[in-house]
């Protein structure tokens, strides 16, 4: 049979990639009856947690495992129930149990991440981002954020909601080979862009940003400083890493199921009452009506366990990207920033280049079990498909793996990049050695 492009029902407008995975499905998926479709997702799920949970080793950057004590709190049925308005004054009669998640989970999050209030209804890290765009910023106005291939994610950039806010987005400074903004010019950048709000923090954070020089040269323009936290939120709730509310940044935002570990959601913190107020009419009755209150469970009893953990998880994640960067350079790999000494984060970036690039090696290393994903390199020119490979520590560290493993995860991503083995050949291996890992924390 000829596959033609521009076959699939769900998204004909995709790629020539997408369109032949999506029509391959299409063909096998539709017309199903409601008994079919259940054992189809049943048995999707299934195969999910094994290839995920059980026996992948999960090296991808954006995501974790929830606690146990969390998983335990998340029903789904509460998350079926619409909440709406501030506890005392909800628009649906009868909720004051949820008030108590309400009151709980902000609370936490507001003390945990070093500030005096959290908005923590927003769904995603995006809609928390839009939600400073809205309270900061008019349409038209300017925002300085890090360049893509620095790491600056799409809900900084015209693509995101940046452009959906309709502002203009410049990219800051950045100084490639320090992995760095590029402090020297960054005055005079913005002494001439008059950027309503500089966001920072981006998708790879291998090192901390210099946050009190980035507010003080905010300061002389007047523009709002946001700090993206949703990658190192796990390390900055464990007080390692830096501090960015405490250095100067108005608002933190993050993503609250990357290092974080918890539910799916965002969390937007400040110290400022006044930016808070804003933020939260943006939040709502500005992004959101009814509320998915299930999250705030799981987002409370998280927030209160990196209270007690965060140190030690944090300090265990930092000590596993170190190990693991040094294993890889050892195995072959050009390891990203090796001057610089690597990564002061859980995060590790590896030169893709000689494998096709970050995307193409990813998609061999996943055939092999281990989960990972492509990142720019800010070294790369523009244009150039993203070279690096991303490496996030927190879900392995999650999962009980030590420093000392590091050794046995840079040799199965050898056999399949270096090495050419066949990915099928390692699969069972790293099976085994995900299996080998229990009691996690
Ligand atoms: C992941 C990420 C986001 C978006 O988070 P979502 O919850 O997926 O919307 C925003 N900013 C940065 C820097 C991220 O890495």
Redesign the pocket.
Known sequence: MVILEGLSRVAPWASARAQRRLSELESVLAGQDAAEVVRTVTGTLGEHRRAFDEEGVVLYA?TNTMSPRALAVHEAAVSSRPSMGWPGEKFQAGLEHLDVLETLAPLRMASLMDGEFAEVRLQ????A?LACYTAFARPGDTIAVLPEAA?G?A??HAQGVAGVRGLRVVDLPYDAAGFTIDHALLPGFLRRERPAIVVV???LMLFPHDVAAVRAACDEVGATLVY?A??VAGLIAGRRFQRPLADGAHIL?M?T??SFGGP???AIVTRDEELAARVSAAAYPGLTANYDAARLAPLAVTAAELAETGPAYADACMAAALALARALQGAGFTVAAADLGWTASHHVAVDAAAFGGGDEAARALAAGGVYLSGIGLPCQPPGEPMRGLRIGTQEITRRGFVPDQMGAVAELMARILIKGEDPAAVLPDTAALRRSVTGGR
């Open positions: 954006g995603s890290a995006t809609l981002n790491g994610h809900s900084h923090g981006a998708s993206d949703s990658h935002t993503s199921y990357k799916p959601g965002a």
